[in-house]
């Protein structure tokens, strides 16, 4: 399906980001933005990610055979090399300029994208921190969250933990049931606010690679379908992994980057940067 020229040029346009949001971001590590992207573009987006990632996927195992992970989602990575519409949306000079702008860097550039479909019935997404599989010099990342339908708590949107980017607690537990039973507990007797609402229709998240976040589970008979997109600042080195996890993703998602140089490989394209001042 092609995409009108109405969405491309919105995918183009610039997202007005006031002083009050940038700050609240630094201070949480989160935020969710309202109308970001038109309803019109949503339903488009549905129908194309949703078509991708029947097309992709290869699980066939039922809910009940699954672990918990199974459980959360099917996950489908890096859409944008197969689809080119999706590649416009992963490319899209909006969402790019609010990731830098949010991140407060000059430009920022692809980790990888994923496809992140709750079936109904599927079950929790266990609380984690998403830096601990990234072999990643700085925190300088953020995921855009995007949701293809109006998510209400009974579809299982994403939760945060605001502000829980200042825990090192947690930070060397993958994402199962040992995460979601430490960060449950660990979490309870801090002062960061869990913060549980339901996106609208256009509305995004934005979070840091460090700040904790979970989601419930899908309690309904749709299946939420969420499309992400993870930027890194366009500077970001490669780091020497820390566990296997970061190992795989250095050979999946930045193959032939050197340890302490800028990820810079056709793998990890810039997405935007900022005009040069004249």
Request: hydrophobic share 40%; with cysteine; aromatic share 10%.
């Amino acid at each position: 399906m092609a995409l009108s020229t109405a969405i491309l040029q919105e995918l183009e346009q610039p997202y007005p980001i006031s002083e009050e949001a940038l700050a609240f971001y630094n201070k949480n590590r989160f935020i969710k933005l309202k109308n970001v992207l038109s309803a019109d573009a949503i339903a488009v987006f549905n129908e194309i990610i949703a078509a991708q990632v029947n097309k992709m996927n290869t699980v066939t195992t039922t809910l009940a055979e699954r672990d918990t992970y199974g459980k959360a989602f099917l996950q489908l990575f890096n859409l944008w090399r197969e689809n080119d519409a999706i590649r416009s949306l992963v490319f899209s000079r909006r969402l790019g300029k609010i990731a830098a702008d949010l991140m407060r860097v000059e430009g920022v550039r692809m980790y990888h994208d994923q496809a992140l479909f709750k079936e109904g019935g599927g079950g929790i997404t266990p609380w984690h921190a998403d830096q601990y599989y990234w072999p990643l010099e700085t925190d300088k990342t953020i995921t855009a969250w995007i949701p293809l339908q109006a998510t209400p708590l009974e579809m299982g949107p994403l939760e945060f933990s605001a502000g829980s980017h200042q825990i090192v607690e947690g930070r060397d537990l993958s994402i199962g049931d040992e995460s979601e039973a430490f960060m449950e507990q660990r979490l309870k007797v801090t002062d960061f606010e869990h913060i549980i609402e339901p996106f609208d229709m256009g509305e995004i998240s934005f979070h840091s690679g460090w700040v904790f976040h979970r989601a419930g589970a899908n309690t309904t008979s749709d299946t939420r379908r969420v499309m992400t997109l993870i930027y890194m600042d366009r500077d970001m080195k490669l780091k020497a992994p820390k566990n296997k996890n970061q190992q795989l993703d250095w050979d999946t998602w930045c193959p032939g980057a050197g340890v302490g140089e800028v990820i810079n490989t056709p793998m990890n394209p810039v997405l935007y940067e900022q005009a040069p001042v004249q």
